[in-house]
T-cell receptor
Framework: GAVVSQHPSWVICKSGTSVKIECRSLDFQATTMFWYRQFPKQSLMLMATSNEGSKATYEQGVEKDKFLINHASLTLSTLTVTSAHPEDSSFYIC?????????FGPGTRLTVL | AQSVTQPDIHITVSEGASLELRCNYSYGATPYLFWYVQSPGQGLQLLLKYFSGDTLVQGIKGFEAEFKRSQSSFNLRKPSVHWSDAAEYFCAVGAGNQAGTALIFGKGTTLSVSS
């Protein structure tokens, strides 16, 4: 099946710094990728839809200036958490769409101190 | 708007016993429905999906689910649970009118398996 990777798998940063998370489709091209956030013991919440070559579509309540998404190629989407704060600590999961299915990455654990 | 409800937050089942995890959805048209499993600190693994056709869907690891339109349900079942099945289970529905759109997840059910 299709494989999606994320890098890094975990990251710890200081408050006020920016963190970039990569999502790659390894063996297929993905015009559309999705970014989800999962707080501890909670469900996944869609943050944004990332479309190659165009601006991302953000869900209501998600700050687009804080969570910058770039989908510069058909195999890579990046999520940059700018000026991270402790409340941004979460598990970030991406998925990539191929045909009519979504394939999920393993997730990135972000801890902001 | 679409929504997914998983009524059971936590279920404990004895090893070897049968399992049923409940899922109810709200969606106006024919839904695209999914069940995922997540082990602690891990990503999601797709167990099975329903797009159309046979309402009884077979998945991996011995799981199956049945789509019941009249009850707006998509319950997950397994005849005999193994200790390795202990994990978090999420039911999800496609957010749009096409398969492959963003997913709306239920809050999840934590499965514990007792010996």
């Amino acid at each position: 099946g299709a494989v999606v990777s994320q890098h890094p798998s975990w990251v710890i940063c200081k408050s006020g710094t920016s963190v970039k998370i990569e999502c790659r489709s390894l063996d297929f091209q993905a015009t559309t990728m999705f970014w989800y956030r999962q707080f501890p013991k909670q469900s996944l919440m869609l943050m944004a839809t990332s479309n190659e070559g165009s601006k991302a579509t953000y869900e209501q309540g998600v700050e687009k200036d804080k969570f910058l998404i770039n989908h510069a190629s058909l195999t890579l989407s990046t999520l940059t958490v700018t000026s991270a704060h402790p409340e941004d600590s979460s598990f970030y999961i991406c998925s990539a769409r191929e045909n009519n299915e979504q394939f999920f990455g393993p997730g990135t654990r972000l801890t902001v101190l | 708007a679409q929504s997914v409800t998983q009524p059971d937050i936590h279920i404990t089942v004895s090893e070897g016993a049968s399992l049923e995890l409940r899922c109810n959805y709200s969606y106006g048209a024919t839904p695209y429905l999914f069940w995922y499993v997540q082990s602690p600190g891990q990503g999601l693994q797709l167990l099975l999906k329903y797009f159309s056709g046979d309402t009884l869907v077979q998945g991996i690891k011995g799981f199956e689910a049945e789509f019941k339109r009249s009850q707006s349900s998509f319950n997950l079942r397994k005849p005999s649970v193994h200790w390795s099945d202990a994990a978090e289970y999420f039911c999800a529905v496609g957010a749009g009118n096409q398969a492959g759109t963003a997913l709306i997840f239920g809050k999840g059910t934590t499965l514990s398996v007792s010996s």
